[in-house]
């Protein structure tokens, strides 16, 4: 039997399959959607295949307590999607769910309560104050990772978790620059004389890539080994302003012009200097005028050290 379920501004297609609901596809404009727990008075425990796939206005989904698992590319090329509100439990999933979800940031546990089973190495080393980090570190392992195998609701945030997804992270950023160039080439994946042909441009963006990923372990740092945030560090203060390459600088500014909390980490980390500070002042220009108060209220407490040091030595 199939039907469709009114959402505010659209409807979920389903089918009820035994004693079961599954949602099978949705039309409309909702931005964020809550599926219930049931329809038709009974419990939906499967998202369909390609049921939410190449939707461009979604940004959050809400899944139910119940669900059992998700189908192949059921939200895949969804180029808005931001945020997955699901239960941290077993689930089954298909292939590409989250395909080309570029904006996807959070992964979200619905069990507010701890519902969900936990293995004993979860229940001693899955702590609240990790809660918020995870959501983060779900997501990224899907679409800056690209492991899905680390979509493990059940395992998620456990010391073995943990080590998989930063061995995955420390590959990807020990690869050269250069790695995938020819081989994208050869597979004429690039429109010839494209810029992303170019390997200049191609380099910077695996750099960037690289900085994206070094700003999300080290800005949600739940379970991070000292000597691997060393290394993100190192890396991202060897591309600031005024070094030879300055990705990192140039994604804080680019792609988070007017959040405070990146100019912040940027800062704590030691990368905004009496040597580079000008150079950041000049390329913001006449935008991001609070950042930028709060970059020369930072400046003036260097200059200040700088200055009462001198006194000091005096």
Known sequence: MNGNYETQQGSLA????????????????????????????????WIGKKAFLSN????????????????????????RLESVVLPYHLLEAGQGVFKECGRLVRIENRNDT?????????????????AGDLAWLLAAAVNQLDAFYLFDLENAGTQSWLAGWDARAKTLMALEDSDGFSKMLLCGEEDYGSRENDLGYYMEQKRRSK???AMLRLMHDYGLGEAFRISLEEYLLSHIKGCRTEETWRVVLDEHGDDKAYYEFLTELGAVTQENFSGMMEDMGQQHTEMKAYLMRYHESLRGERDAFSQFRL
Request: aromatic share 6%; charged share 25%.
């Open 114 to 130: 701890g519902g969900s089973r936990e293995s004993d190495e979860g229940k001693s080393n899955r702590k609240d104050s990790g």
């Open 56 to 79: 461009k206005v979604l940004r959050k989904i809400t899944l139910p307590v119940c669900l059992a698992g998700i189908g192949d590319w059921a939200f895949a090329y969804c180029a």
């Open 211 to 213: 900085v994206r990923l």
């Open 14 to 45: 389903y089918e009820i399959v035994g004693e079961t609901v599954a949602v099978t596809g949705y039309s409309g404009r909702d931005a964020e959607i809550v599926i219930p727990e049931k329809i038709a008075g009974l419990p939906v425990v």
